[in-house]
């Protein structure tokens, strides 16, 4: 077995793939695509913020820091990150290694819509079955994971995903991967200070890449958040919006922390 832990999650997520179709047909779930509600776009929510964006994420569990919530209830969790401000709702789907499920997607979209808040699919997307699955489950937005993509698949993906009326969020670890994202002229990219190779995470990573990224394109942060210090200093050297989810979950005072960071109640 590998040792590295990204090539380790994309082999099982292959697996996982081929037992979900085995259960529901492409063709099944492309007909659920055609008569669905319109997605609210994650990218004008983002936009259109008067603050640093905060994309919020629910996690029971992850390979850098082990579980964080076992008991996690997605109803109630997206109820109070939607109360407290937050912009957007982050659910990891990957049940080996973060205990997340597509169920967990559904609950938290219907709950989130009628906020009129956007839900984003986080998962390790290798597959078109993934992006239909997404669109049926309630996502308004799916990410896209450069560094286990061809350019082929990437361009595949992308305008499949536009083609169901969702928002992609181009995630990028360094100046190679960023180079390959900007060729289709995304609309938002996110750039991880988490390597997903090694699990450490640098927040100079966003430093570094942001200033190569056009200002036309929205900038999300992505991991290494631990503090409100932390996401502020993001937001202070460019980010249009953070995606915070381990503080979060570890966060004794989530509706506290959410409220802060997106100055709610200033």
Not at 110 to 139: M, T, W
């Amino acid at each position: 077995m590998s040792n590295n832990i990204l090539e380790q999650i994309v082999a099982k997520r292959i697996k996982s793939v081929d037992i979900a179709r085995s259960k529901i047909s492409l063709k099944n779930l492309s007909k659920k695509c055609q008569h669905l509600p319109e997605t609210i776009s994650l990218y004008k929510k983002i936009r259109n913020s008067s603050q640093t964006a905060l994309i919020a994420e629910m996690k029971r569990s992850s390979p850098s820091a082990g579980v964080l919530d076992s008991q996690l209830d997605p109803s109630e969790r997206t109820e109070t990150y939607c109360k407290a401000g937050a912009s957007a709702i982050s659910v990891l789907t990957e049940q080996d290694y973060f205990k997340g499920s597509i169920n967990d997607l559904k609950i938290a979209s219907k709950i989130a819509h009628s906020y009129n808040i956007p839900v984003l699919r986080k998962d390790f997307i290798i597959d078109e079955y993934q992006i239909y699955e997404a669109r049926a489950s309630g996502a308004d937005a799916i990410l896209l994971i450069i560094g286990i993509l061809d350019e082929e698949s990437y361009q595949l993906f992308y305008n499949l995903s536009h083609d169901l009326q969702m928002d992609v969020l181009v995630e990028v670890f360094d100046d190679s991967e960023l180079e390959k994202a900007l060729k289709l002229s995304p609309k938002l990219i996110g750039v991880n200070n988490r390597n997903l190779k090694t699990l450490e995470t640098n927040l100079s990573v966003f430093e570094h890449l942001s200033t190569k990224i056009p200002s036309s394109i929205l900038k999300v942060a992505e991991s290494g958040m631990k503090s409100f210090e932390d996401i502020k200093k993001m937001s202070d050297i460019g980010a249009d919006a953070v995606l915070v989810g381990e503080a979060l979950m570890k966060s004794d005072s989530k509706f506290e922390m959410i409220s802060k960071i997106t100055k709610k109640h200033d």
